[in-house]
């Protein structure tokens, strides 16, 4: 590499996606087991459309925000980037994502809504300033790995074209191909197998996913001691690991502690998906001393007792 070489241009970006038809859900479809593969090919087409390249835009997660399906994206090359909100702008990549929707879904028309946001920024409202656009994509450092649900997707979409080609067939085949296997392998670094239970305090609890409630009571109660908590997940969240803790807590400085415990317990589950689990959670709580609050999440007790 030459000295003085400038770095990669990187930025980020969310696709907020909604189907306008009251009988297509697409935060629905994407949760199913069955449609989820017929979706995220449709996504990964469609997108691909708009760059030109499989290679020009990464999917890190999808998200589902009834109704919404969120889209978190990364451009690693400014001219991938700029070929995008040219698609985007001219409507090209919306119609792409309903013709993909629509073969991959065996259905008649899947209408759409679009919108393009960074972290602080609605898109669609400056999509004729191109420059300004690519500044605030550019400002949106991605932040996290791809999820290994996309991961494992990607694969597994590429297996399934891989066999077509092979077999000089692309078309014509249905995404139930992309359905996982009867017995399927667990991704790589999926080494933590979701207990159905666990124990604290000699009772047990069913090990179920944080919900919302989790995570509002966790950023009122948690204090000084989130970054402590944090530290104890990073160790099995590769999201939270290297500097990514310090950086939240100097991004969100000024909102104060609530949003700095709320944004870190948040990159875990968006990170962690699925196994974001409580038993997780209340382990690493009861490793930093926060008992109370651990029994406050698991309604041993009024939320008076543990502020």
Same mark, same amino acid.
């Given at each position: ?25 697409? =935060? ?21 459309? #708009? ?15 009834? +109704?919404?399906?969120?889209?978190? &994206? ?10 995008? /909100? ?14 993909? &929707?629509?073969?991959? &879904? ?23 300033? $191109? ?10 450092? =991605?932040?996290?790995? =791809? ?7 990607? $694969? ?19 995404? #139930? ?6 017995? +399927?392998?667990? =991704? ?6 979701? *207990? /159905? ?5 000699? *009772? *047990? ?49 000024? $909102? ?9 317990? /948040? ?32 309604? &041993? ?7």
């Amino acid at each position: 590499k030459m000295a003085g070489s400038s770095p990669p241009w990187t930025g980020s970006a969310y696709l907020f996606l909604q189907s306008t038809c009251k009988t297509i859900a697409l =935060p629905s479809l994407y949760e199913s087991s069955q449609k989820k593969p017929c979706v995220f090919k449709a996504l990964k087409l469609a997108l691909a459309d #708009s760059t030109g390249s499989v290679n020009g835009v990464d999917m890190l997660k999808v998200y589902c925000s009834h +109704p919404h399906l969120i889209v978190h &994206l990364r451009f690693c090359m400014r001219e991938n980037c700029r070929r995008f /909100l040219r698609s985007y702008r001219e409507g090209v990549l919306q119609k792409s994502l309903q013709s993909h &929707l629509q073969l991959s &879904l065996a259905t008649t028309t899947v209408p759409l809504e679009v919108e393009l946001k960074t972290g602080t920024e609605h898109l669609d409202e400056m999509l004729k300033d $191109e420059d300004r656009c690519l500044e605030c994509i550019y400002r949106e450092k =991605p932040d996290r790995l =791809p999820d290994e649900e996309i991961t494992e997707l990607e $694969e597994r979409l590429k297996s399934l074209m891989l066999h077509q080609s092979t077999n000089n067939n692309v078309a014509g085949k249905d995404c #139930s191909s992309l359905k996982s296997p009867s017995q +399927p392998h667990p =991704p790589q670094g999926s080494s933590l197998p979701t *207990q /159905l239970t666990f124990t604290f305090q000699g *009772q *047990q609890f069913d090990n179920r996913t944080i919900t919302a409630d989790d995570h509002q009571k966790f950023a009122k109660f948690v204090s000084k001691k989130w970054k402590q908590v944090g530290r104890s997940l990073q160790r099995s969240c590769r999201a939270l690991r290297d500097s990514a803790i310090d950086n939240l807590a100097l991004e969100y400085e000024r $909102e104060g502690l609530y949003e700095q415990a709320y944004q870190m317990l /948040l990159r875990f589950i968006q990170s962690e998906g699925k196994r974001a689990t409580i038993a997780r959670l209340i382990a690493a709580l009861e490793e930093n001393g926060l008992v109370s609050l651990a029994e406050e999440l698991l309604g &041993l007790h009024s939320s008076e007792d543990c502020s």
